[in-house]
């Protein structure tokens, strides 16, 4: 009565061990490389894949609430985002994207 199931079991086992024991790796030439083929008398080129870096567009202003913002020595206030520092409108309450002459802007002083 046990003996069907004790050779299920076993036959079971065994494939799944011959399975798992064929494992491939990938060569070295399928990683991120195109092989061009020779021209008349020339070898084989490879070019490597390049691919284009994606751009985010940086918004001109956000909005955010004053307590996620940092403060400077002198009382304004800034946010990093993704990289770019935006700093907080006197005017209007915004935050605006830096460039050059902002702090000429009395809307922008302290």
Known sequence: MHLPR???FCI???V???SCSRKTTPTKEAD???VVP???DSAAVKVPVRYKAVKTVAPKSISL???AAKKTVDGRFYYDLEGKRYWRS???GRYYLYYK???SNPDFQQ
């Open 6 to 8: 004790l050779l299920i």
């Open 38 to 40: 020779p021209a008349k």
């Open 65 to 67: 609430n004053d307590k």
């Open 16 to 18: 799944v061990a011959e």
């Open 101 to 103: 002459g902002m702090f």
């Open 32 to 34: 991120n490389t195109i």
């Open 90 to 92: 006197k005017k209007d």
């Open 12 to 14: 079971g086992f065994i």
